[in-house]
């Protein structure tokens, strides 16, 4: 049986003070559901995405978009979430336990909302932002490649660039973002400037998936999750996501299951807290390998009008990073460019896309979508 993303929508990435969290969330439901010409009360199950949100918001949700009786699950898995979501849902239809399914994730990162679960420190890396982990495996890229900080920062400054494009994200420059501007931001983590990492922003997206296609809708392949592998070369404390080695597992998965190689993908959504996850995660995904991903980057390839065009939306960097929202805003990207809807981003005859994610506690998840008419 298939499933198919038939609609998708999400709200603005930046401040939503006024708002309660659960209204983020409901709203970003009704522009799916509006996309997919779809009544509330057709949807088989609810499944939500959030890492902060209060006991009970998911319920608040469902409820604020209709009292059907519908079963709605709570998810938390950091900001691999949202795909945790899109899987469920995908499955929920996969089984044939429901026609359709909605998949919703919200978070309230820049003030958070009262009641909010936040984990007290436990351990000394617990003290540390997440952006000392990633520095530690940037500097050691780096040093294993042969290059220098210039890397990351061509790649902050191309979704720097691709955002001020996007009329929903965060961070939209008004001028042409440059390696040498990206270098020169303060640092926060050697090699990783403040312009290498990403924007702690509010934020609401949610997908339809149904098991009938519809006009424009996009067929969702394979949805992907795993938790911490064994990997020697990993540190066992500190560093809270999992190695780059999980996501390569996670996506051999999708790949496998989806019927399709790394060479077929048109278009990447992925995980990107600092610039230097962009470039790891390409090589782990199989669509670059290392000892060309240094060309790739400084020639342009990773743009809209690149061989290889990745978080053209701008990424957490940019657009900026809902956490249990994220994952479903790329997949939200992702869709509308398979649809040939992202306007001034559009990708030229892209016909399949991949989103990729990690979460704090070690969760990753890799998804695979394809567009109706291949």
């Given at each position: 049986m298939s499933a198919w993303v038939i609609g998708a929508g999400m709200l603005p990435c930046g401040r939503h003070s006024d708002t309660p969290l659960h209204e983020l969330g409901a709203e970003a439901a009704r522009l799916a559901l509006d996309d997919a010409g779809l009544p509330y009360d057709q949807v088989g199950e609810v499944f939500t995405s959030s890492m902060l949100a209060p006991p009970?918001?998911?319920?608040?949700v469902a409820h604020s978009l209709g009292r059907t009786g519908v079963p709605v699950t709570a998810i938390e898995s950091a900001s691999a979430g949202g795909l945790v979501a899109l899987r469920h849902a995908a499955w929920a239809v996969w089984s044939g336990r429901c026609e359709t399914a909605l998949a919703?994730?919200?978070?309230?990162?820049?003030?958070?909302?009262?009641?909010?679960?936040?984990?007290?420190?436990?351990?000394?890396?617990?003290?540390?932002?997440?952006?000392?982990?990633?520095?530690?495996?940037?500097?050691?890229?780096?040093?294993?490649?042969?290059?220098?900080?210039?890397?990351?920062?061509?790649?902050?400054?191309?979704?720097?660039?691709?955002?001020?494009?996007?009329?929903?994200?965060?961070?939209?420059?008004?001028?042409?973002?440059?390696?040498?501007?990206?270098?020169?931001?303060?640092?926060?983590?050697?090699?990783?400037?403040?312009?290498?990492?990403?924007?702690?922003?509010?934020?609401?997206?949610?997908?339809?998936?149904?098991?009938?296609?519809?006009?424009?809708?996009?067929?969702?392949?394979?949805?992907?999750?795993?938790?911490?592998?064994?990997?020697?070369?990993?540190?066992?404390?500190?560093?809270?996501?999992?190695?780059?080695?999980?996501?390569?597992?996670?996506?051999?998965?999708?790949?496998?299951?989806?019927?399709?190689?790394?060479?077929?993908?048109?278009?990447?959504s992925l995980h990107d807290m600092c610039a230097s996850e962009e470039v790891v995660t390409l090589v782990e995904l199989g669509v670059c390998d290392a000892d060309e991903i240094a060309d790739l980057v400084f020639s342009g390839g990773l743009s809209v009008k690149g061989r290889l065009p990745t978080n053209v939306d701008g990424g957490c960097l940019a657009r900026g990073h809902p956490m249990g929202a994220t994952a479903l805003a790329q997949t939200v990207d992702v869709v509308r460019q398979l649809r040939g809807r992202a306007a001034a981003r559009q990708v030229a005859d892209v016909h399949t896309g991949v989103v990729q994610t990690v979460g704090g506690g070690g969760s990753a998840a890799v998804a695979v979508l394809r567009r109706s008419d291949v």
């Amino acid at each position: 049986m298939s499933a198919w993303v038939i609609g998708a929508g999400m709200l603005p990435c930046g401040r939503h003070s006024d708002t309660p969290l659960h209204e983020l969330g409901a709203e970003a439901a009704r522009l799916a559901l509006d996309d997919a010409g779809l009544p509330y009360d057709q949807v088989g199950e609810v499944f939500t995405s959030s890492m902060l949100a209060p006991p009970q918001t998911a319920l608040r949700v469902a409820h604020s978009l209709g009292r059907t009786g519908v079963p709605v699950t709570a998810i938390e898995s950091a900001s691999a979430g949202g795909l945790v979501a899109l899987r469920h849902a995908a499955w929920a239809v996969w089984s044939g336990r429901c026609e359709t399914a909605l998949a919703v994730g919200y978070e309230k990162s820049t003030m958070l909302e009262p009641g909010g679960v936040v984990p007290k420190p436990r351990d000394v890396w617990d003290l540390f932002p997440p952006q000392l982990s990633y520095a530690i495996d940037a500097t050691r890229f780096l040093y294993e490649q042969g290059q220098g900080p210039e890397l990351f920062a061509a790649v902050a400054a191309k979704s720097w660039n691709c955002a001020a494009r996007n009329e929903l994200a965060a961070r939209r420059p008004d001028h042409e973002v440059t390696i040498e501007e990206v270098l020169g931001a303060r640092m926060v983590a050697t090699p990783l400037t403040r312009m290498m990492c990403h924007a702690s922003v509010d934020g609401a997206a949610a997908v339809v998936v149904s098991r009938d296609a519809v006009p424009e809708a996009v067929e969702l392949l394979a949805v992907e999750q795993t938790s911490l592998v064994e990997d020697a070369s990993w540190p066992r404390v500190g560093p809270t996501i999992g190695p780059p080695s999980q996501t390569a597992r996670t996506a051999r998965r999708a790949f496998e299951i989806a019927g399709i190689a790394p060479s077929d993908v048109g278009i990447v959504s992925l995980h990107d807290m600092c610039a230097s996850e962009e470039v790891v995660t390409l090589v782990e995904l199989g669509v670059c390998d290392a000892d060309e991903i240094a060309d790739l980057v400084f020639s342009g390839g990773l743009s809209v009008k690149g061989r290889l065009p990745t978080n053209v939306d701008g990424g957490c960097l940019a657009r900026g990073h809902p956490m249990g929202a994220t994952a479903l805003a790329q997949t939200v990207d992702v869709v509308r460019q398979l649809r040939g809807r992202a306007a001034a981003r559009q990708v030229a005859d892209v016909h399949t896309g991949v989103v990729q994610t990690v979460g704090g506690g070690g969760s990753a998840a890799v998804a695979v979508l394809r567009r109706s008419d291949v």
